[in-house]
Structure formats: structure tokens, C-alpha cells
């Protein structure tokens, strides 16, 4: 699950030029403003994905044993009992059937390729409604600073990320499903685009404090049981180093370069957002190696974090974990 939020922070006007900046990117005399089309489809084929789901799911014809089906109207479309799936969804073996992440198939049946189908599949309609809201808030106006090649690279790479630390971690546990991986991406990205472009931000202090409260607040949601935190935290994690590497933004005094003289034209970027490039993009390569080999190895990433299981959920005496 992911929100979005206002209170944005503001760019300077600069020497020249006037630049209208809401928090996903500026508006410059060379800034292009890109027609959204790849989140509408990808809201479009994980609706669709979901029919898909319950056609296959065909409660009436399976049956449960705690109970009847919901909304039985809906014929073959119709829920599982709301004390099996109380997101309004399918059986946990439909998901399985249809792509959901499952350890012990990615490991030992060489099905590599959930990593990828779980983050299209969702576990209930309102499962499905909160992601697609969260990323229709998010994702148009990101697809729109930055387009959709960045923006797509960021979500899937992001979902990518998200179920590698859900299978390290969670194992044969469960089985996970849903788009939240690649939401918290977003997410991490627009954190970092904040910070690899500082210095054209005014109010950056409002800005940074909104977006972590926002980053902070869906984290801790995590923690209840039968959410994936693994996959929020991997996936923010990778859309986080990935915002460094696709969305720096070139500095003023270069898109007025046209004002100054050709033995004075100052550099694209700032030697700091180099640097936050290459490391960024180390870290990202080198997380994605080692995790990878450490999955495919069988390795359980509780072995070397005997406590990073209190970051998937917290016990209470209103719930147990281990359920």
C-alpha cells in the first residue's frame, strides 16, 4: 500500500527564466511534459489480471469449507468466504496456480519467473483498489515529469527488488502477491530525485518532512500481520537507488547555457549528483547480485538478521505473527 502527498516543496526562480516546479520535476524552457499513457495501462492489465483471477478461482464450482461464496451474483466471478480472503478475492491456491511468489517453487522448480508475475497479481478487490488508487495518485504525475520509460523501468525494476527480499526473507512461509513492492518504489524514487536535485528546490525542508511522514506512515502499516513488509522495504530500496540514477535533473545555469558564452558553458550536472550516480548505481548492482545468488543458493536471509523479522510484523497481544 502507498499514498501520495501535497505540501511539495517549490523550485527558485531562476536569473532569467521562470520555472514552475511541482514535486515531481520543473517546468524549463527544455523540460518536456510527457503524455501519461504506461500507468493507465498498467491499471488497465492489472484490472484485467484480477478478472482473470477470479474466472479461474470459479468459487461456486471449488467451494470452501468455511463457507459460502461472496456475492454469489457474480456467479464464477464470485469471492471466496470472507474468513478465507477477507480482501474480497480468490483462493490462496489460485494465486499460487497463477503466478504468486512462492519460495519453495522459485528455488527448487526453477520457477524464477514469479519474482516478476506475483507483482501483477493481487489477493482481493480491495487489495487491488488501494494499489491502483495509490498508483494512479503517484505514478501520472511522476510519468508525466519524467516519462514512461524511466518511470516503467523504476515501477518493474522496483516490484523486481521487492519480491528478491520477500522470498530471502519470508521463504516458504507464505505466499505473496500484489503491486506494493513496486509502489514504495515510486515512492523511494521521488525521495531521492528530492535529494539528488536539492539545490533547485525552495521550502526543501517541508517537502522532505511530507514525503518521509508519508514513506514512514506506510512502512509501519507493514508491520501488521499478513502484510509483505519485505517486499515494501526491497522495492522501496531499489526504486530509492534507482531515483538517483534516472531522474538528476541538469542545473540551471546549463539550461540557460544558450545565454552564455561558448567558452563559458558550465556543466549538465553537479559534481555531488555524479557521485550519488555511481554510488547508487554500484550499490544497486552489487544488492542485486548478492541477493539473487543468496535466493537461487537457497540461503535464508534470517540466518545473518536474526531480528529483521520484527520488520515484516510485530507481535501484540491483539495478534500473532507466526498465523
Not at 191 to 216: D, G, P, Q, R, V
Not at 263 to 275: E, V
Request: include cysteine.
Amino acid at each position: 500500500m502507498a499514498s501520495d502527498g501535497d505540501g511539495k516543496g517549490r523550485v527558485a526562480t531562476a536569473p532569467g527564466g521562470g520555472y514552475g516546479y511541482g514535486y515531481g520535476g520543473y517546468e524549463g524552457p527544455e523540460d518536456r511534459k510527457w503524455w501519461p499513457w504506461l500507468v493507465p495501462t498498467v491499471i488497465v492489465a492489472c484490472i484485467a489480471v484480477f478478472v482473470v483471477e477470479m474466472y479461474e478461482n470459479n468459487c461456486p464450482k471449488h467451494g470452501s469449507q468455511l463457507g459460502g461464496c461472496v456475492a454469489g451474483f457474480l456467479r464464477r466471478f464470485s469471492f471466496q468466504p470472507l474468513r478465507e480472503n477477507p480482501l474480497l478475492g480468490p483462493s490462496s491456491s489460485t494465486l499460487e496456480k497463477m503466478g504468486a511468489l512462492d519460495w519453495n517453487k522459485i528455488v527448487h522448480q526453477n520457477q524464477g519467473w514469479r519474482l516478476i508475475s506475483s507483482i501483477w497479481l493481487h489477493a482481493g478487490l480491495i487489495h487491488l483498489v488501494v494499489n491502483m488508487l495509490s498508483l494512479l495518485f503517484i505514478g501520472i504525475r511522476l510519468e508525466q515529469q519524467f516519462g514512461f520509460v524511466r518511470i516503467g523501468a523504476i515501477y518493474l525494476l522496483s516490484g523486481f527488488g521487492g519480491s528478491v527480499l520477500s522470498a530471502l526473507f519470508l521463504r516458504n512461509n507464505y505466499i505473496s502477491v500484489g503491486a506494493s513492492g513496486a509502489l514504495f518504489g515510486l515512492l523511494g524514487s521521488m525521495l531521492s530525485e528530492l535529494l539528488m536535485n536539492w539545490t533547485i528546490y525552495s521550502n526543501k525542508a517541508a517537502a522532505i518532512i511530507t514525503l518521509l511522514f508519508i514513506i514512514a506512515l506506510n512502512l509501519a502499516i507493514g508491520i501488521l500481520p499478513h502484510v509483505d513488509n519485505f517486499a515494501h522495504i526491497g522495492g522501496f530500496a531499489t526504486g530509492f537507488l534507482l531515483g538517483f540514477v534516472l531522474l538528476a535533473r541538469p542545473q540551471f545555469s546549463w539550461m540557460e547555457r544558450h545565454e552564455l558564452p561558448q567558452t563559458n558553458q558550465p556543466p549538465k550536472y553537479k559534481a555531488y549528483q555524479y557521485i550519488l550516480w555511481v554510488v547508487a548505481l554500484v550499490l544497486l548492482l552489487v544488492g542485486f547480485v548478492i541477493s539473487l545468488v543468496m535466493l537461487f543458493k537457497g540461503k535464508n536471509g534470517n540466518d545473518g538478521c536474526h531480528w529483521c523479522h520484527y520488520l515484516n510484523c510485530v507481535p501484540t497481544s491483539k495478534w500473532k505473527c507466526n498465523t
